[in-house]
Structure formats: C-alpha cells, structure tokens
C-alpha cells in the first residue's frame, strides 16, 4: 500500500512563494505518476501538476503554468511542488496523489486521461492560502 504524506501548506501575500512535499512510500509498480491536486471551497477537485516516474515527464495545468515547477527527488521518495508568483485564487487545500500503473505512464497521460477518482493513493491534504 502506497502510504503518501504532504507538507509545507500555509498562508502566503500575493506574489509569493511556497513548497510543497510529498513523501511517497510503498510502490509495487516501477512505473506510477505523482500528482497535485487541488480543491477550493466550492470547486471541483483540479489536477495541478504531475511528474512521470516512466520518462520524467511533467504536466501543468494552464492555470499554474509559468508559476508552478514539480521536482523529485528519489533518494529520498519525495516530490516538491514549488508555487511561485501566487495568487488568491491558488487557495485551496492540495493533495498529493499516486497512480501506480503496470505499464509506462507519461504525465500527460496520466492527467489527461485518469480521472482522480483512478489514483490510488491520498495524502491528507494541506491547506494553501493566499492573501490579496
């Protein structure tokens, strides 16, 4: 069972930065995605980012794109997302998901075409806030 825990939420101006870890354990597939999610009180949940453990791919949705980087860091089964530039509307409790597959999966792939109700493991969520 693939166990993930976030971290690194909190409340920032307008302009700034803040990063996000996720610490990932338990795979039983070489081959899995790694994505942000976020959801904001009374929005659907939004695919943020995602890095591909297949090919190192990564994907960002149009509304972070320019501000938003995702990196990994293997040895020590982390992925970050650093959110730069933020803006009030990037307030939202985020979580770290996992989508495990048996075959290679890009990153695009897997946001585009894996509804978050496929992924199979959470974190808990952490809350991000934004002050105008």
């Known amino acids: 069972e693939v166990q993930i825990v976030e971290s690194g939420g909190g409340l920032a101006q307008t302009g700034g930065s803040l990063r996000l870890s996720c610490a990932v354990a338990?795979?039983?597939?070489?081959?899995?995605?790694i994505g942000w999610f976020r959801q904001a009180p009374g929005k659907e949940r939004e695919g943020v980012s995602c890095?591909?453990?297949?090919?190192?791919?990564?994907f960002f949705a149009d509304s972070v794109k320019g501000r938003f980087t995702i990196a990994s860091n293997n040895a020590k089964n982390t992925v970050y997302l650093r959110m730069n530039s933020l803006k009030p509307e990037d307030t939202a409790v985020y979580y770290c998901?996992?989508?495990?597959?048996?075959?290679?999966?890009?990153?695009?792939?897997?946001?585009?075409?894996?509804?978050?109700?496929?992924?199979?493991?959470w974190g808990q969520g952490t809350q991000v806030t934004v002050s105008s």
């Open positions: 890095i591909s453990s297949s090919d190192g791919s990564a």
């Open positions: 998901a996992a989508l495990q597959s048996v075959t290679p999966v890009s990153a695009s792939q897997a946001m585009s075409f894996m509804p978050s109700f496929l992924w199979q493991s």
């Open positions: 338990g795979f039983t597939f070489d081959d899995y995605a």
